[in-house]
């Protein structure tokens, strides 16, 4: 209730989240561990920059709102592939590695929940 009715509605002048990823994949490496990080100054955009492993980040997107994770995470992923870094699989296998729950409990739609948190 809390989190709806006052933290959704709250802007962050600035918003930084990490996050660490692995994933197996059939050729070596077989494992590809991967980070980036969600950035936004406001009121420019939020951007999804992926770690370069030389200390620095690169931009693969951005976007005024604010992407739930499940979608972050893909555009990394995304990113990797296009590297050639990590190779684009059947439907049926990247349903297996996502699941069907690709978002947290505070990012679905609700009756009575704000979406301000999104931009």
Same mark, same amino acid.
């Given at each position: 209730?809390?989190? #709806?009715?006052?933290?959704s509605? +709250?802007?962050? +002048?600035?918003? *930084?989240?990490?996050? @660490?990823?692995?994933?197996?994949?059939s %050729?070596?490496?077989?494992?590809v561990?991967?980070?980036?990080?969600?950035?936004? %100054?406001?009121?420019g955009e939020? @951007?999804t *920059?992926l770690?370069?492993?030389?200390?620095s980040?690169?931009? +693969?997107?951005?976007?005024?709102?604010r992407?739930?994770?499940? !979608?972050?995470?893909? @555009? *990394?992923?995304?990113?990797? !592939?296009? !590297?050639g870094?990590m @190779?684009? /699989?059947?439907? +049926? *296998?990247?349903f297996?590695?996502?699941?069907?729950?690709?978002?947290?409990?505070?990012e !679905? /739609?609700?009756?009575?929940?704000? #979406?301000?948190?999104?931009?």
């Amino acid at each position: 209730d809390f989190q #709806d009715r006052f933290l959704s509605t +709250v802007k962050p +002048v600035y918003y *930084l989240r990490t996050r @660490q990823y692995s994933r197996s994949t059939s %050729s070596p490496p077989f494992m590809v561990n991967f980070q980036g990080c969600l950035f936004r %100054s406001y009121p420019g955009e939020f @951007q999804t *920059l992926l770690d370069t492993g030389t200390g620095s980040y690169r931009r +693969v997107g951005g976007d005024k709102f604010r992407p739930p994770l499940g !979608e972050f995470k893909e @555009q *990394l992923t995304k990113a990797l !592939e296009v !590297e050639g870094v990590m @190779q684009k /699989e059947g439907s +049926v *296998l990247n349903f297996l590695r996502t699941g069907y729950k690709t978002t947290t409990w505070w990012e !679905e /739609e609700r009756e009575d929940a704000s #979406d301000s948190w999104r931009t």
